[in-house]
């Protein structure tokens, strides 16, 4: 069984995984498009695998079908794993 994460640690893991991945921390703010970020497919796998490694969040490559922002990232992960759906990201 899944222990509840909180958002707030969702979202702090996120943005560390995404400076992992090359992003300027600077650059990262709940409504920017992970294009503008240049996260390209492959970059979504390996943040899904860190998510369910880091987090233990049951996430898949294919509930990630569809997200655009970092935001919804977190909505995602929240929604599989976490709890809490707030406007924060």
Not at 43 to 57: A, H, K, N, S
Not at 62 to 70: M, S, W
């Amino acid at each position: 069984m899944t222990t509840a994460v909180g958002r707030a640690d969702i979202e702090g893991y996120v943005v560390g995984a995404l400076v992992e991945l090359g992003v300027e921390r600077s650059a990262i703010a709940p409504e920017t498009v992970l294009d503008d970020l240049e996260i390209d497919s492959l970059d979504l796998l390996e943040l899904c695998q860190q998510i369910r490694g880091g987090l233990g969040i049951p996430v898949r490559p294919k509930d990630f079908d569809g997200v655009e922002t970092v935001r919804q990232v977190v909505d995602v992960c929240a929604a599989r794993g976490g709890r809490g759906r707030g406007r924060s990201a």
